[in-house]
């Protein structure tokens, strides 16, 4: 197994673990809010109204028990939700029985083919500061591939102001610099960059919104 994807991998067992151990009980995945992201949400009322068309191709990431796929479908996107771990999403399916189609185990490195470049919009939520700071651009790269030629990848993460340590995480947050990096490796530039906030939480978080460079 190469280095790249070794602790990744390890870092999916773990999430397994949880999912599984946790047996049909929310309040045991500390990460479980049972609501959808609240910046997600500003954005899908802000932005893609104007920028991506109604039953457009929408691929959710790491969607754990559904809760923003399932606001993603409730706005009449056609959505792709998938998770490394098999227990988060037939549990996903469980929360969503009208849906259920919409949900799937899929690893991020090893996709099915068909979703190369197939959609409109990629949105990867709270999920690329999990990912060891060594192997976040490889993981910018892997969600780059979804992104269909005039589609957009939508990061949001946790930020700080200088790079995380390997042995502070998880999380390891990411600087505004470190995604734009992340970003422009993988082929995609953004319009209006990085931007930083603050959530409900009090938490620091960036957001990028990245598109395919066409040459």
Known sequence: MSTTTEPLTTTADYFESVYAEA??????????????????????????????????????VGCGLGDDAREVIRRGY???AFDWSPTAVEWARGLDPSHTESYTQADLFKPPGRWGHRFDLVVEINNLQYVPPAQQKDTVKALSKF???????????????????RDAGPPWPLTERQLAEAADEAGLVTDHG????????????????FRRELV
Do not use: M, Y
Request: proline fraction near 7%; include cysteine.
């Open 147 to 165: 992104v269909a030629p005039h589609g957009h990848l939508l990061i949001v993460c946790r930020g700080a102001d200088e790079p995380a340590d």
């Open 23 to 60: 047996a049909g009980d929310q309040t045991r995945i500390p990460w479980a809010s049972r609501h959808p992201s609240t910046a997600l949400v500003n954005w899908l009322n802000a932005v893609a109204p104007s920028l991506v068309r109604c039953g457009a191709r929408v691929a959710v």
């Open 78 to 80: 056609e959505v792709t």
């Open 194 to 209: 990085v931007s930083c906030f603050t959530d409900e939480a009090d938490v620091k978080r960036l957001r990028g919104l």
